[in-house]
């Protein structure tokens, strides 16, 4: 949606909005594009990106258990001389 700021003076809590919902919202001056209004991402902080982190470390170390070694994945391909068999 395109408003010139003159118009968004009066609509700016339901331009915030929409543009919180993604709606794409520019405001032009002279009817060129001048802004654009869009949500600010949330940071995390300090303990919340640790803990993110330790989460997806616990997965991926559960996941890396739970199959053969691939060291040894391919062994029921040989024999006990170590030759295909």
Known sequence: MR???SEAKG?????????EAGDEVVLTRH??????LVPVRATLDRMS???LLEAARAAGSS?????PSA???QDFLYGDDGLPG
């Open 31 to 36: 009817g060129q594009a001048a802004v654009r």
């Open 63 to 67: 996941k890396a258990k739970a199959g």
């Open 49 to 51: 990106r640790r803990a």
């Open 11 to 19: 609509q700016l809590t339901e331009l915030v909005r929409r543009a």
């Open 3 to 5: 408003i010139s700021v």
């Open 71 to 73: 060291a040894r994945s």
